[in-house]
T-cell receptor, first 116, second 115 residues
């Protein structure tokens, strides 16, 4: 068990809808990362938050947004969903302090999103 | 965009044999990490090697890093059926300031270990 919790595990929704994915990081970890995994694109980095602030942005669409709350949990919001958004969405956390950047990421088990 | 590229994309071996997977990358890094993913599950961290290290061992795993060639390899010795999974290399780069760290994954090598 990585200590990272993602909910829900599965999500089935229709095109045009909006969903929210939730992530609770490992206790003590300040950074949260979101990744999208699809068969054709592999594991794509979306966005990173550190202690409530956005720190890095990857291939995140404008229809997607995220935030990290004061209790360090994070939410990824996906709107105007398209068929191509169907994928596994992973959250990962790490300590990621100023002197601990050489630290591994701990992944949750993901949310499988199916857009029909 | 992908930073690491694993080779081969798929590998099938008999139980007891060694498995070697390679990773090449393009830009400078602070560290390189290897992860394992069982089908449909989250990734599990295996080993991290810093840019100033050349080799690292963990149990049956051996990782090498050649920063001059921008490449790394993961060797799994005496493979077992339970090692069947996808293996990903990921390059880590720290930017200035705390929490400014990006980990970029390759597309992975799918390893099948036949009992």
């Amino acid at each position: 068990d990585s200590g990272v919790t993602q909910t829900p595990k599965h999500l089935i929704t229709a095109t045009g809808q909006r969903v929210t994915l939730r992530c609770s990081p490992r206790s003590g970890d300040l950074s949260v990362y979101w990744y999208q995994q699809s068969l054709d694109q592999g594991l794509q980095f979306l966005i990173q938050y550190y202690n409530g602030e956005e720190r890095a942005k990857g291939n995140i669409l404008e229809r997607f947004s995220a935030q990290q709350f004061p209790d360090l949990h994070s939410e990824l919001n996906l709107s105007s969903l398209e068929l191509g958004d169907s994928a596994l969405y992973f959250c990962a956390s790490s300590v990621d302090g100023r002197s601990s950047y050489n630290s591994p990421l701990h992944f949750g088990n993901g949310t499988r999103l199916t857009v029909t | 965009s992908q930073q690491g590229e694993e080779d081969p994309q798929a590998l099938s071996i008999q139980e007891g044999e060694n498995a070697t997977m390679n990773c090449s990358y393009k830009t400078s890094i602070n560290n390189l990490q290897w992860y394992r993913q069982n089908s449909g599950r989250g990734l599990v961290h295996l080993i991290l090697i810093r840019s100033n290290e050349r080799e690292k061992h963990s149990g049956r795993l051996r990782v090498t890093l050649d920063t001059s060639k921008k490449s790394s390899s993961l060797l799994i010795t005496a493979s077992r059926a339970a090692d069947t999974a996808s293996y990903f290399c990921a390059t880590g780069l720290r930017h200035s300031g705390a929490g400014s760290y990006q980990l970029t994954f390759g597309k992975g090598t799918k390893l099948s270990v036949i009992p």
